[in-house]
């Protein structure tokens, strides 16, 4: 089984589509980016993350059936964010990108990959063996009692001669 290369996604939607991106996963992880805000490794601040996750409930509150996306504008770019179950898709977009024309192939796009990445799981885990790690640390917890109890009489000692 092979895992889906994000980096390589990224930068062939950065050709094709004209625009920086990053893929996180639905846990708000950046998966690969060429986005500095949201550079590979690190999460999705979470107040975002909030606004996504709560787009059920902002949708029944509109009257809508499903909210796909959403997007911030600030002083020098546009924001997009289009989500699914399994991935978030983050685009930086120039000030005067037509969004309707954009939103719609991102949105497809984003499905496809997901449908990508739902397949490509992994469900085989490995069994970590505790009792190993266990045991090393009681080895390290009686070598530190050996080396107490070999310095106590010299501590003794130190301290009854400085009473004195």
């Known amino acids: ?3 889906i290369n994000y ?3 990224i930068s062939q939607l950065k050709t094709e589509l004209n625009s920086e991106c990053a893929i996180a ?8 980016s060429t986005i500095k ?18 787009s059920k409930d902002i949708a029944d509150e509109l009257n809508l059936t499903k909210i ?5 504008e600030a002083q020098e770019y546009n924001y997009l964010f289009t989500f699914s179950n399994e991935l978030i898709l983050i685009s930086k977009l120039g000030l005067n990108m037509n969004l309707g024309k954009y939103m719609p ?8 990959l997901s449908e990508k990445s739902k397949d ?6 490995s069994v ?18 050996e080396k107490d109890k070999k310095y106590s009489i010299i501590k003794d000692l130190v301290k009854y001669v400085t009473k004195l």
């Open 105 to 112: 192939s991102i949105s497809v796009f984003l499905k496809k």
């Open 120 to 125: 490509q799981e992994i469900y085989d885990f």
């Open 128 to 145: 970590f063996d505790f009792s190993k790690e266990i045991q090393k640390i009681e080895e390290t917890f009686k070598k530190k009692k």
């Open 1 to 3: 089984m092979r895992q």
């Open 25 to 32: 996963s639905k846990y708000g992880i950046v998966l690969g």
């Open 68 to 72: 796909n996306s959403f997007a911030l």
């Open 37 to 54: 805000e949201f550079a590979k490794g690190k999460i999705i601040p979470h107040k975002i993350l909030s606004v996504i996750a709560n």
């Open 7 to 9: 980096d390589e996604i």
